[in-house]
C-alpha cells in the first residue's frame, strides 16, 4: 500500500495549487480518502475527506469554498485543487486513505489511515 503526493511548490498569495495522490499495491475505490496538513510548531489539520460510499466531500471551515477534492478512480489517484491560498495554508500536505473511514463533516477522516510522504506547499505574503 502507497501513497504518493505531488503538486507541491511555491505560490503567491491568492495563488492556486493542484496536489495529486496517486495510490498503488490497492484500489482507492473501495478507501475514504482525505488529505491533512501541518506547519512548523502547529498540529496537524484536517483539510478535507471523501466518503467512498457516495462521493460527498466534507472541508473545515479554513478551507471551506476554497478548496476541493475530488478522486479517479480509473488513475487511481486523488486531487486536492487549492485556490485563492493563503501564507497561512503553508504547511506540509498529506494524502491519507482508510478501507471503511469515517469522514466527519468538518473534513476529518477517521479510521486506519494509509499516509503518505507529504508534499510542500508554500503561500508567499
Known amino acids: 500500500v502507497q501513497l504518493v503526493e505531488s503538486g507541491g511548490g511555491l505560490v503567491q498569495n491568492g495563488g492556486s495549487l493542484r496536489l495529486s495522490c496517486a495510490a498503488s499495491?490497492?484500489?482507492?475505490?473501495?478507501?475514504?480518502i482525505g488529505w491533512f496538513r501541518r506547519a512548523p510548531g502547529k498540529e496537524r489539520e484536517a483539510v478535507s475527506c471523501?466518503?467512498?460510499?457516495?462521493?460527498?466531500?466534507n472541508y473545515p471551515d479554513s478551507v471551506k469554498g476554497r478548496f476541493t477534492l475530488s478522486r479517479d478512480n480509473a488513475k487511481n489517484t486523488v486531487f486536492l485543487q487549492m485556490n485563492s491560498l493563503e501564507p497561512e495554508d503553508t504547511a506540509n500536505y498529506y494524502c491519507?486513505?482508510?478501507?471503511?473511514?469515517?469522514?466527519?463533516?468538518?473534513?476529518?477522516?477517521?479510521?486506519?489511515?494509509?499516509w503518505g510522504q507529504g508534499t510542500q506547499v508554500t503561500v508567499s505574503s
Open positions: 491519507v486513505a482508510a478501507r471503511g473511514g469515517y469522514c466527519s463533516e468538518y473534513g476529518w477522516l477517521m479510521g486506519d489511515l494509509n
Open positions: 499495491g490497492f484500489s482507492l475505490d473501495s478507501y475514504a
Open positions: 471523501m466518503r467512498n460510499s457516495d462521493g460527498t466531500a
